[in-house]
């Protein structure tokens, strides 16, 4: 069986990865900013939106991107 695509591959630019990331970015951001803010924050979420933030901050220097 043949599988039979609707869409074309799109492959975005460079400039369209590195604005996906800085916004998904900035949404871990916020999400680790209200719950470091809880009374009683889950140190396991925290902790992994850390560890998800830092590899995203990764990607996006390697693809040319700078937090000026």
Partial sequence: MTFEYKYD???PSN????EELK???KA???V???ESSKESSDTDKLTQLE????AKRT???N???TFD
């Fill in 63 to 65: 693809l040319g991107g």
């Fill in 28 to 30: 871990l951001e916020e």
């Fill in 59 to 61: 990607e996006y220097e």
């Fill in 51 to 54: 560890t998800e933030l830092i």
């Fill in 9 to 11: 591959a799109v492959t």
């Fill in 15 to 18: 400039e369209e990865k590195l």
């Fill in 32 to 34: 680790h900013r209200a």
């Fill in 23 to 25: 916004d998904y970015m």
